[in-house]
């Protein structure tokens, strides 16, 4: 069984970078026919897409998000992170780490996701 548990900040101040990690259990970030993927919802709104990590390392993005976001890994920790740089309010919501399956582009895995707050 596939666990994904993301830990983050909580709260952020506007400007700052907030970063979050996902620590997968029961599988590999370096699977092939998986991408580890980081989704978010803010508050009354639906779901975004901010990007992902494929199997070999190579991080992809939402152009909504592509010039202040980084996404890495560390396989030794078999964990992924979140970057997201000169955060704002409109960046408060939850954030989940999710694992897709490449061949069709299901979302088979979430984490239950962090609440991150922008908030001087």
């Known amino acids: 069984q596939v666990q994904l548990q993301e830990s983050g900040p909580g709260l952020v101040k506007p400007s700052q970078t907030l970063s979050i990690t996902c620590t997968v259990s029961g599988g590999s970030v370096t699977a092939n026919d998986y991408y580890w993927t980081w989704i978010r919802q803010p508050p009354g709104k639906g779901l975004e897409w901010i990007g992902r990590i494929s199997p070999s390392g190579n991080p992809s993005y939402s152009p909504s998000f592509k010039s202040r976001t980084s996404i890495s890994r560390d396989t030794s920790k078999n964990h992924f992170t979140l970057q997201l740089s000169s955060v704002t309010p409109e960046d408060t919501a939850r954030y989940y780490c999710?694992?897709?399956?490449?061949?069709?582009?299901?979302?088979?895995?979430w984490g239950q996701g962090t609440q991150v707050s922008v908030s001087s």
């Open positions: 999710v694992r897709e399956y490449s061949r069709w582009g299901e979302f088979d895995y």
